[in-house]
């Protein structure tokens, strides 16, 4: 079993900056990438930004050159630092990771998403 708590979502005004964080936890062999989505009302869930392994990143369009994702592997701990926001960047944010976790005595992928977390950019 795998848990994933997200937290440091919030309000903040236009040009303000937040950081959300995002720690996985429980029997874990491997994470193979760690990433944020998010969901805006009314629109679908969309990649903003994901780090793998390796440390390569991927980033959405939208949010390129504002905000910049890391990862602690020793701590299966992904963070989204958040700069220069602006209205269009509120959603609910969603954690997800991927990896390897032990049933038993087998290894299987896994696949899990956080909670989501409120992130309102607001004058």
């Not at 903040?12 to 994470?31: F, K």
């Not at 969309?46 to 390129?64: F, M, P, Q, W």
């Not at 991927?98 to 038993?104: A, F, L, N, P, S």
């Amino acid at each position: 079993q795998v848990q994933l708590v997200e937290s440091g979502g919030g309000s903040v005004q236009p040009g303000g900056s937040l950081r959300l964080s995002c720690a996985a936890s429980g029997t874990i062999l491997n994470v193979n990438a760690m990433g944020w989505y998010r969901q805006a009302p009314g629109k679908e869930r969309e990649l903003v930004a994901l780090i793998i392994s390796g440390g390569s990143t991927n980033y959405g369009d939208s949010v390129k050159g504002r905000f910049t994702i890391t990862r602690v592997n020793a701590k299966n701990t992904v963070y989204l630092q958040m700069s220069s926001l602006k209205p269009e960047d509120t959603a609910v944010y969603y954690c997800n990771v991927e990896g390897i976790t032990v049933e038993g005595i087998k290894a299987r992928p896994f696949n899990y998403w956080g909670q989501g977390t409120q992130v309102t950019v607001s004058s």
